[in-house]
Nanobody, 115 residues
Framework: QVQLVESGGGLVQPGESLRLSCAAS????????MGWYRQAPGKQRELVAG???????NYADSVKGRFTISRDNAKNTVYLQMNSLKPEDTAVYYC?????????WGQGTQVTVSS
């Protein structure tokens, strides 16, 4: 049974930064491509960043240049460094495999960007 637990969200002002963490249980973590997703109110969940087991990354155009995804396979943890945050980044952020496994979705962590 794989569990993914997100943390690090909060309320910040535009232009500030946050670092999200996703701790995974189970050895499957290091085998799969992992991603950070987000879902804003009234919108569909979207993939914002992905990272392969070997470290190759990809980003949605909306976050490219501002967000950085990384992983520590020894710690079974994936991170999302978010800089220059904008109000439109406000959402619940989730981590999961890419593509997302239905049974792996966790509670997510709320990120609110507001002045």
């Amino acid at each position: 049974q794989v569990q993914l637990v997100e943390s690090g969200g909060g309320l910040v002002q535009p232009g500030e930064s946050l670092r999200l963490s996703c701790a995974a249980s189970g050895s499957v973590f290091r085998l799969f491509r992992m991603g950070w997703y987000r879902q804003a109110p009234g919108k569909q969940r979207e993939l914002v960043a992905g990272i392969a087991s070997g470290g190759n990354t990809n980003y949605a155009d909306s976050v490219k240049g501002r967000f950085t995804i990384s992983r520590d396979n020894a710690k079974n943890t994936v991170y999302l460094q978010m800089n220059s945050l904008k109000p439109e980044d406000t959402a619940v952020y989730y981590c999961n495999t890419v593509p997302g496994m239905v049974s792996y979705w966790g509670q997510g962590t709320q990120v609110t960007v507001s002045s």
